[in-house]
C-alpha cells in the first residue's frame, strides 16, 4: 500500500518531542477544564444575567451538544486538510469563544460563545490523538497517548473546583479571560511546536469530502443528545424530546442511506466490518457513560443527601482525579509492553466493582466512604481510557485514522452526554421509591443506588465487547 509523500516522519530529537508533547498535553488540559469549569458558578450566572436555572443549564448542554457534532467532523477533516493548520484554526475558535464568554452581558450571547468554545475544543482530543499516532512509533504511543489521557484526567477531575474558586473570587468572567489567554499560547505553540502533517491516501487517490455525510451524522447526534437532554429535565412523553429523538432516528436513517449511496462516503464502511474497531468504540461509549456518571451524580449526591456544600462535594472527585492523573502515563507505557486488551478488561471489572460498591455502600454514606468508590472508578478509567485509544488507533490503517479516531472520541462525548441525561431521568423517576434495585442497599437515597447500579450494568455491556479486541499489542497497518 502506498502513501502520500508528504506525510510526516517519526520526529526525531529530545527537545522536539518535548515541544510537541507538551503542546497537546496543555491543549488537552485546557480542553477538558474548560468544558466543566463552569457547572459551580451557573448559580452566580444566572444571578449575574438574569436566567432561570434551565435556561443557564445552556452554557453546559450548548458546550456538549456542539462537541459531540463537532469531534468527528474536525476528525473526517484531518483526512483532507493539513494537521497543524487545523490544530491552530480550532484553537483560535476557542480563543475568539472565550473573549465572546469575557464579555458577554447576556445569556444569549454566553451560550453563543460557549457553542464557540466548544467548536474549537472538538478538535483538540481527536487531532491530538491523530498526531500521536502519526508522529510515534509504536512502541512509544501508548506512553504519550497516556500523558494525555492524564491531561485530560486533571482537567476532568479538577475543572469544577478551579472554577468554583476563580468564580467565588474574581467572578466567572475571569474563568474566560485566563481561557482566552492560555488558547493565545496555544495558538502560538502549535505554530512552532507541530509539524507539518498532510492527509495520508493512496497514491494517485482524489478524495471529496462528503459534506452531505457530515451533516446528518452531525444531525442524528445532535438531536440525539437534545432529546435525552430534554427528557430528564421535561420527560421523555413531552414533546421536545419525543419530537428531537424522532428527528434523530430519520437523521440516522438518512445517514445509512448516505454510507450506502455515496462513493466516499463521511464514514469509511470498511469501519463496520472492523471487529476490533467496533469492540473499542462499544468500549468508548459504555465506559465513559458509566465514569461521567460518576462524576456528575456523586456530587449531586453530596450535595443533596450529605449536606455538603458546592466545594466540598467536588473534594470527593479528587481520588479520583489523582488516580487519572498518576496512573494514565504508566498505564500508557504498560498498554506498549504487554498490549492493550489486558489493561483495558482490568480496568472494566474494577469499574464495574467500584460503581456497584458505591451503588450497594455509599449512596448516602460518609464521604470518606464515597471517596474510595470514586478513587476505584479513577483507577479504572486510567485503565481503560489510553488503552482504548491505542487498541483503535492499532485497528486501522493509515488512510482510516482522521474518520476512525473522530468516530470513537466522538463516541466518548455521546456516551458522557446520554449516560448523565438517561442516569439522570432514571433518578428523577426513582427519587421517591421506597426499595432500591439493588438488594444489597440499606440506605435512604434509593434513587442514586439505582443510577450508580444503571452504570455497572453499562460497563458490563463493554466488559462484554473487550472480548472483541484482539490480544497483544496492536499496530498501524501501513
Known amino acids: 500500500m502506498n502513501t502520500n509523500k508528504n506525510t510526516a516522519q517519526p520526529i526525531q530529537g529530545a527537545a522536539k518531542r518535548f515541544m510537541l508533547l507538551l503542546v497537546l498535553s496543555l491543549s488537552s488540559l485546557l480542553a477538558a477544564i474548560t468544558v466543566d469549569m463552569v457547572n459551580p458558578v451557573l448559580g452566580l450566572i444566572g444571578e449575574s444575567l438574569s436566567a432561570t436555572k434551565a435556561q443557564v443549564s445552556w452554557v453546559v448542554s450548548g458546550v456538549a451538544l456542539v462537541l459531540a457534532i463537532g469531534v468527528p467532523l474536525y476528525g473526517r477533516m484531518s483526512d483532507f486538510f493539513e494537521l497543524r493548520k487545523l490544530f491552530m484554526l480550532a484553537a483560535s475558535i476557542l480563543t475568539l469563544g472565550s473573549l465572546i464568554c469575557a464579555l458577554s452581558a447576556s445569556l444569549p450571547l454566553l451560550v453563543l460563545g460557549r457553542m464557540i468554545q466548544g467548536a474549537g475544543m472538538a ?262 481510557h489510553s488503552p482504548a485509544n491505542n487498541a483503535a488507533v492499532g485497528s486501522l490503517q493509515q488512510e482510516q485514522l482522521g474518520a476512525g479516531m473522530g468516530l470513537f472520541q466522538g463516541t466518548l462525548y455521546l456516551g458522557a452526554g446520554t449516560g448523565a441525561g438517561l442516569i439522570g431521568a432514571l433518578l428523577h423517576a426513582r427519587k421517591d421509591a421506597d426499595a432500591a434495585f439493588n438488594p444489597l442497599y440499606q440506605l435512604l437515597a434509593v434513587g442514586y443506588s439505582d443510577a450508580l447500579l444503571a452504570a455497572s450494568l453499562a460497563t458490563l455491556i463493554a466488559l462484554i465487547a473487550s472480548f472483541g479486541l484482539r490480544s497483544g499489542s496492536l499496530r498501524i497497518k501501513r
Open 123 to 384: 478538535a483538540i482530543p481527536v487531532l491530538s490523538v491523530v498526531a500521536i499516532s502519526k508522529l510515534f512509533s509504536e512502541g512509544n504511543r501508548g506512553s504519550v497517548l497516556g500523558i494525555v489521557a492524564g491531561c485530560i484526567g486533571i482537567g476532568t477531575a479538577f475543572g469544577p473546583i478551579f472554577g468554583g474558586i476563580v468564580g467565588q473570587i474574581w467572578g466567572w468572567p475571569a474563568l474566560f479571560w485566563i481561557t482566552f489567554v492560555l488558547s493565545l499560547l496555544i495558538v502560538a505553540g502549535a505554530a512552532f511546536a507541530l509539524p507539518a502533517i498532510e492527509p495520508t491516501m493512496e497514491a494517485g487517490e482524489t478524495r471529496q469530502f462528503d459534506l452531505a455525510g457530515g451533516g446528518l451524522l452531525g444531525l442524528a447526534v445532535g438531536l440525539l443528545l437534545f432529546g435525552v437532554t430534554q427528557g430528564e429535565v421535561s420527560g421523555f412523553h413531552s414533546l421536545s424530546a419525543a419530537a428531537s429523538l424522532l428527528a434523530a432516528g430519520l437523521a440516522l436513517v438518512g445517514l445509512i442511506w448516505r454510507l450506502r449511496t455515496a462513493s466516499m462516503p463521511f464514514i469509511p464502511p470498511s469501519l463496520f466490518k472492523n471487529g476490533s474497531y467496533i469492540s473499542s468504540i462499544t468500549i468508548a461509549f459504555f465506559s465513559m457513560f458509566a465514569y461521567f456518571a460518576v462524576l456528575v451524580f456523586v456530587p449531586m449526591l453530596m450535595v443533596e443527601v450529605n449536606g455538603l456544600s458546592p466545594a466540598q462535594a467536588g473534594l470527593t472527585l479528587l481520588p479520583g482525579g489523582a488516580a487519572v492523573a498518576l496512573l494514565s502515563p504508566w498505564v500508557g507505557r504498560l498498554s506498549d509492553q504487554i498490549g492493550n486488551k489486558p489493561l483495558i478488561v482490568a480496568g472494566l471489572v474494577v469499574m464495574a466493582l467500584s460503581t456497584l460498591y458505591l451503588s450497594t455502600f455509599a449512596a448516602g454514606a460518609a464521604p470518606i466512604l464515597v471517596s474510595i468508590g470514586v478513587l476505584g472508578a479513577g483507577i479504572a478509567f486510567a485503565l481503560i
